[in-house]
């Protein structure tokens, strides 16, 4: 069975994401602003694929926009970057 990490789990499409791959028999691993930053570790090093759909849409700085989009992306790809899974 895949494994599958569902960033934004949370979010209108996220949830909707989530419940489809659920139904379908896949194991989710979802992950939201309220997750722990440990929680996205183990997620990364044990998903088969990753679906990255969080990110901030209503930014009230363009700081916020910044470190909720960008930054949030580059941490990701570092972590997959780090990772033993391949």
């Known amino acids: 069975m895949n494994k599958i990490l569902v960033t934004g789990a949370k979010g209108f499409i996220g949830k909707h994401m989530c419940l489809l791959l659920n139904r379908e028999g896949y194991e989710v691993f979802e992950y939201d602003i309220?997750?722990?930053?440990?929680?996205?570790?183990?997620?990364?090093?044990?998903?088969?694929?990753?679906?990255?759909?969080?990110?901030?849409?209503?930014?009230?700085?363009?700081?916020?926009?910044?470190?909720?989009?960008?930054?949030f992306t580059a941490k990701l790809l570092d972590l997959v970057k780090k990772s033993n899974n391949e």
């Open 34 to 71: 309220s997750s722990t930053p440990e929680e996205l570790i183990r997620y990364v090093n044990e998903a088969d694929f990753i679906i990255h759909l969080a990110g901030i849409n209503r930014p009230l700085t363009i700081e916020e926009f910044y470190d909720g989009n960008t930054n």
